[in-house]
């Protein structure tokens, strides 16, 4: 069992490592790399129930796929319509119906499975994308607060701009989405929802 030195120690030299860039192309390059670190570990996590219905749901959506259905359909087609031949499943061709019903079936199983864990990764993103955002916003509130108090000790100080306190001040997340599903009422011609007066 690590200790909690040797933990903190290692998170230490990642984060390092992570934020030692010098140039604009290192830190797009670290960014990126981190980002395919994510995508393995989320690929890493996979169930083989997922890996099967993306393995399938990749080859329904490849040329392939077409190809070897016309090829099929061409020629169970052409081998029970044409008289030389003995025909298993004659016009209207039933069988090749139930076939290809059943296929129908079972594909659009997998490609919704497949859709589904591309859903859970996406949620994901945005949560992290979230995350970020209000971390980064709860930064910059942090950075002007202290930038207000420095400009106070040298003189410079702008308490009376409107603006400059309003973005002192912390974003409410619950606020903004009060203010988003107002907007979208508003567009859609609704009316305001009632608040209690308490």
């Known amino acids: 069992m690590s200790s909690p030195h040797h933990a903190h120690s290692h998170n230490t030299k990642g984060s390092s490592t992570y934020r030692s860039s010098e140039t604009g192309s290192d830190v ?18 996979r169930t083989g129930a997922d890996r099967a219905a993306a393995a399938i749901a990749r080859f329904c959506g490849s040329i392939t796929f077409v190809w070897i259905h016309i090829a099929v359909f061409a020629s169970w087609i052409g081998y029970n319509s044409l008289p030389w031949f003995n025909a298993f499943d004659p016009y209207p061709f039933t ?17 919704l499975i497949s859709q589904n864990y591309d859903m ?10 979230l995350q970020i ?47 988003i599903e107002e907007a979208y009422r508003e567009e859609a011609g609704e009316p305001p929802p009632r608040r209690d007066p308490t």
């Open 95 to 111: 069988f090749l119906t139930l076939v290809v019903s059943l296929e129908a079936i079972f594909l659009s199983t997998f490609i």
């Open 120 to 129: 859970r990764v996406a949620e994901r993103r945005n949560q992290l994308d």
């Open 133 to 179: 955002n209000l971390l980064a916003e709860q930064e910059n509130t942090k950075a002007l607060q202290m930038l207000e108090r420095i400009a106070r000790k040298v003189g410079a100080h702008v308490g009376d701009d409107p603006q400059v306190r309003a973005l002192e001040e912390a974003t409410r997340p619950d606020t903004l989405v009060e203010q």
């Open 28 to 45: 797009t390059r670290q960014n990126v790399k981190a980002m395919r670190e994510l995508e393995e570990a989320a690929m890493a996590r």
